[in-house]
């Protein structure tokens, strides 16, 4: 009933910048908690961060002042500025939202299908 579609992944040298975005469509009455989460190769997914519905932001220790975490609440959709890439942000990214269904009154969890990162001279 919801999809989610992610774009802006790509192949970016060391110390560059991509913008990831990530729009939610279908029977969507309402979106809480949207956020971004990674996965590299032998690691278990972590999240990146994530975005409120109030806009409250929470980031992980390891990227907090080199990305940004931002929605546009009418478009359903999540935002992602990752500024000063290392290597070691290469990995897929994964978009969530939290969503209530047309009809409510239940949260359910979704996941984009993930866009590749890779971060490499």
């Known amino acids: 009933q919801v999809q989610l579609a992610e774009s802006g992944g790509g192949l970016v040298q060391p110390g560059g910048s991509l913008r990831l975005s990530c729009a939610a469509s279908?029977?969507?009455?309402?979106?809480?908690?949207m956020g971004w989460y990674r996965q590299a190769p032998g690691k278990q997914r972590e999240l990146v961060a994530a975005i409120t519905s109030g806009s409250s932001t929470n980031y992980a220790d390891s990227v907090k002042g080199r990305f940004t975490i931002s929605r546009d609440n009418a478009k359903n959709t999540v935002y992602l500025q990752m500024s000063s890439l290392k290597p070691e942000d290469t990995a897929v990214y994964y978009c969530?939202?939290?969503?209530?269904?047309?009809?409510?009154?239940?949260?359910?969890?979704?996941w984009g299908q993930g866009t590749q990162v890779t971060v490499s001279s």
């Open positions: 969530y939202a939290d969503v209530v269904l047309v009809g409510g009154p239940y949260q359910y969890g979704y």
């Open positions: 279908g029977s969507i009455s309402s979106i809480n908690t």
